[in-house]
T-cell receptor, first 109, second 113 residues
């Protein structure tokens, strides 16, 4: 059983469209991380959110941490082909991370 | 700056053979170290973590073991590989002073035939 549920599992959109990926749990986390992974490579950290209700922006990416620190979302505005990849959320507790199953995002040119 | 290395990058091994994957971190001291396995296009499963030399915690009972002989070295081993051990193995480190951000190595693709 996955501690963190990510949705959707797959997302294919046209360049210029917006997208949102969701990460939900019944557990509370001390922080939540989002990673992006390319095929055959290790995940790369995009952002860490710590405070309930926190919103962070990274260029066209907006990350939100739920008020109760159980869920998070990633919104990409005007997606580009370079945004293609596997997006993973991970919740932190006791020096360990629990990962969601990932959302595979494909942005078509 | 910190760097994490894993080798080999790719490995093909027969069933029943031994395994040794190595991970080293540069540019930091006393990191927490982690081994994960990832199925194709899916999330990461934590296998082992270590908070110091000789200190190993196992998350999932399996055919694998881990050791930390030096502060910045983490080794994943098996005496006899199974077909189910195939996968993408990732090593990660965490700074003692952080919000649990982990930084990953490039990974090892293991295929057991």
């Amino acid at each position: 059983t996955q501690l963190l549920e990510q949705s959707p599992q797959f997302l294919s959109i046209q360049e210029g469209e917006n997208l949102t990926v969701y990460c939900n749990s019944s557990s509370v986390f001390s922080s939540l991380q989002w990673y992006r992974q390319e095929p055959g490579e290790g995940p790369v950290l995009l952002v860490t959110v710590v405070t309930g209700g926190e919103v962070k922006k990274l260029k066209r990416l907006t990350f939100q941490f739920g008020d109760a620190r159980k869920d998070s979302s990633l919104h990409i505005t005007a997606a580009q082909p370079g945004d293609t990849g596997l997006y993973l959320c991970a919740g932190a507790r006791d020096y360990k991370l629990s990962f969601g199953a990932g959302t595979t995002v494909t942005v078509r040119a | 700056s910190q760097t994490i290395h894993q080798w080999p990058a790719t490995l093909v091994q027969p069933v029943g053979s031994p395994l040794s994957l190595e991970c080293t971190v540069e540019g930091t001291s006393n990191p927490n170290l982690y081994w994960y396995r990832q199925a194709a296009g899916r999330g990461l499963q934590l296998l082992f973590y270590s908070v110091g030399i000789g200190q190993i915690s196992s998350e999932v009972p399996q055919n694998l073991s881990a050791s930390r002989p030096q502060d910045r070295q983490f080794i994943l081993s098996s005496k006899k590989l199974l077909l189910s051990d195939s996968g993408f193995y990732l090593c990660a480190w965490r700074s003692f002073h952080s919000y649990n951000e982990q930084f990953f190595g490039p990974g090892t693709r293991l295929t057991v035939l």
